[in-house]
């Protein structure tokens, strides 16, 4: 049986593992053909070894020629996924300038880019699915970097929808998922970060890759769809 992806090209940029992996897996099972990018092409070759439909690119979001570039080696393109982030996290007085910018220069201003070079090459039915997040509207001290940013990728999603129409455009917004992002705060640190959020949680657990690749699938091929941000966060913002 053909599935709603089949024989469609799907763009899915970021790391090799974690979310973009579950996007990219989710969307070839659908019946896609995947082309896994990101900054670090050998770590995804080694991530994508053996994985029928899935090949791989290079691509830096914060360097508008190597998109350019990309874009040339795709050619047509039909769905376009940027998971692409750098964190800024720490009260405002903590808050590093470079930091900063690098957040907003990879989760917003490369998505721009992306839009901008790739949508003419997008065929009939086409959407891009950016990436926002929970801090966007649960507004916490210690992440005033990602809530500026994660709102701003949610007027991005909103503004390309109008300019880009007919081709969708809308963002996931994630709330705490399982994925290597929160390694830093150590393992202890990160089972009572987990325990605390799950408890408080009216979904009552933290968030899996599989269940954000289930909300791109859904925002890719859902033809009346655009300009919306998906939340799956299991609520959290209510909390």
Same mark, same amino acid.
Do not use: C
């Given at each position: ?24 897996? @989710? ?5 896609? =053909? ?8 050998q ?19 914060t360097?508008? &020629?190597s998109?350019? +570039? ?17 964190? &800024?996290?720490?009260r ?7 930091a900063?910018?690098?957040s ?11 839009a901008k ?5 997008? /065929? ?14 649960k507004? /916490? ?8 940013t ?7 999603? =909103? ?5 880009l ?19 830093a ?5 990160? +089972?009572?970060?987990? &325990?605390?959020?799950? @408890?408080r ?6 968030g ?6 289930? &909300? ?11 300009g919306?941000?998906l ?9």
């Open positions: 049986m053909n599935g709603p992806l089949q024989d469609r090209t799907v763009l899915v940029v970021g790391r090799g593992g974690g979310i973009a992996h579950a996007i990219a897996v @989710a969307a070839r099972d659908a019946g896609a =053909r995947v082309v896994a990018a990101g900054r670090h092409q770590a995804l070759n080694e991530v994508y070894a053996g994985e029928p439909d899935i090949s791989t690119e290079r691509v830096d979001l360097d508008e &020629a998109i350019v +570039a990309l874009g040339e080696r795709l050619g047509a393109v039909d769905h376009v996924v940027s998971t692409a982030s750098a964190r &800024a996290r720490g405002l007085a903590d808050l590093d300038r470079e900063v910018r690098l907003f220069d990879t989760k917003v201003v490369g998505p721009l880019l992306l070079h790739l949508a003419p090459r997008m /065929t009939q039915g086409g959407s891009v699915t950016l990436f926002s997040g929970v801090a966007a509207t507004i /916490t001290v210690g992440t005033l970097a990602l809530a500026v994660n709102g701003a990728a949610d007027v991005l999603a =909103r503004s390309l929808a109008l300019e129409a007919p081709i969708r455009v809308n963002a996931i917004s994630p709330g705490v998922i399982d994925t290597g992002a929160w390694d705060l150590g393992e202890e640190g990160k +089972a009572k970060h987990f &325990a605390d959020v799950g @408890a949680n009216p979904a009552r657990r933290i899996t890759p599989h269940d954000v690749a289930n &909300a791109v699938l859904f925002a890719m091929t859902s033809t009346f769809l655009t919306v941000t939340p799956v966060d299991g609520g959290e913002p209510l909390t």
